[in-house]
C-alpha cells in the first residue's frame, strides 16, 4: 500500500520560454510570475482537503501503473490536458526541439494551476522530432501538430487524489498497443483515469471515447 500526507501545495516557480535552467519540479526558472492564461479549475477538479494521510491499495496503485505505463498514444492536431499535480507532475517528461516547438510555463497561484505550452513554429516541416511532445511513465505518449497544453493542478483531494483528463481535438486519435490493439479515432478524443474514494478504500478508474 501507499502512503501519501496531503499538505497545502508549495509554490512553484513560473517562467517563460527559453530559459536556461529548470527547477526540480521541470519548471524554468526565470524572473517572476506570469500571469497565466489557464481557464478557470475544471469542473471536476477536486477541492481542497490538505493535512490527511491517506493509504492507497497496492492493486490500485498497480492499476494506475499499469495505465501510464502500457503503451500508448494520444494525437491529435492540438491536445488539452487537465490532471492533478499529485501523482502526475513527476511523471511527465517532454521532448522539445528547440528549433521547432516553443515551451511556455506559466503560474496562476490564486486558483493553483500551473500551465505548459508546447506550440510548434508555425511553417516548420512537421517531421516526427518537430511535433509536440509528452511522454508519462514509461508508455503513454502524447503529441500534437499543433499544441499542447497541460494544466496540473495542485487542488489536493481525499477523495480524489490522482486524476487525468486529456482532450485530443481535430484528426485525433487514442491507440494502445495491446493483444489486441485498440483504437479510438474520430474529430475529437477523450480519455480519463482517475483514482477515486469509493466507500472506505480506492480504486483505480479509466475510459476512452472518440467522437466523428
Not at 99 to 110: F, K, M, Y
Request: a neutral charge.
Amino acid at each position: 500500500m501507499r502512503r501519501w500526507l496531503f499538505v497545502p501545495a508549495l509554490a512553484l516557480a513560473a517562467c517563460q520560454t527559453q530559459t536556461m535552467e529548470r527547477d526540480q519540479m521541470g519548471l524554468w526558472k526565470q524572473g517572476d510570475s506570469a500571469p497565466s492564461n489557464a481557464p478557470a479549475q475544471p469542473d471536476d477538479a477536486p477541492d481542497k482537503s490538505p493535512g490527511t494521510v491517506i493509504t492507497i491499495p497496492a492493486d490500485v496503485v498497480q492499476a494506475h501503473a499499469e495505465f501510464v505505463n502500457r503503451p500508448s498514444t494520444i494525437f491529435a492536431e492540438s491536445v488539452e490536458i487537465d490532471l492533478s499535480a499529485n501523482g502526475w507532475l513527476a511523471l511527465a517528461s517532454f521532448s522539445v526541439s528547440p528549433d521547432a516547438v516553443i515551451r511556455r510555463d506559466e503560474e496562476d497561484t490564486s486558483r493553483g494551476v500551473v500551465q505548459i505550452t508546447l506550440r510548434r513554429i508555425p511553417d516548420i516541416a512537421l517531421t516526427a522530432d518537430a511535433v509536440p511532445t509528452v511522454r508519462f511513465g514509461d508508455g503513454m505518449r502524447v503529441a500534437a501538430v499543433d499544441s499542447i497544453v497541460l494544466r496540473f493542478w495542485k487542488q489536493q483531494s481525499v477523495d480524489r487524489p490522482q486524476w487525468f483528463h486529456a482532450a485530443g481535438r481535430g484528426k485525433a486519435v487514442f491507440v494502445v498497443e495491446s493483444e489486441p490493439r485498440r483504437e479510438w479515432r474520430g474529430s475529437t478524443v477523450d480519455v480519463r483515469a482517475e483514482i477515486r474514494k469509493t466507500g472506505a478504500t480506492y480504486q483505480f478508474v479509466s475510459d476512452q471515447g472518440a467522437k466523428p
